[in-house]
């Protein structure tokens, strides 16, 4: 049984993916083969409007499920730790984060 999976690192100025084909034995269900058929990162520029930063995501990942077709996908779980004494705030970036696996959901 081959499955076509693609994961995400969510984020709105830098968002990775990676499209991969496991192979599993239907007998042992033991991975047979895993095999990369592409992965990258969309980068947009933060002097681009919200609304094209947004587009140009969302028709990467389109392309990638119309290119590949997958059976599977997975984002990352956000983790963000408690802010430090003299930190920078992470309340922006979190919102931004949030706007990207919002459009990839």
Do not use: W
């Not at 081959?2 to 042992?28: F, H, M, P, R, W």
């Not at 991975?31 to 681009?48: A, P, Q, R």
């Amino acid at each position: 049984m081959k499955i076509i999976s693609i994961g995400i690192d969510q984020g709105i100025a830098n968002c990775g993916y990676g499209c991969v084909e496991v192979e599993i034995d239907d007998l042992s269900l033991a991975i047979v083969s895993l095999k990369t058929l592409e992965y990258g990162v969309i980068v947009t520029k933060s002097d681009t409007p919200m609304s094209l930063r947004a587009t140009n995501i969302v028709a990467k990942i389109t392309s990638l499920v119309n290119d590949h077709n997958p059976q599977a996908m997975g984002c990352e779980k956000l983790f963000f730790s408690q802010p430090r004494q003299g930190g920078r705030n992470k309340s922006a970036s979190m919102l931004y984060t949030n706007m990207a696996t919002g459009l990839l959901y």
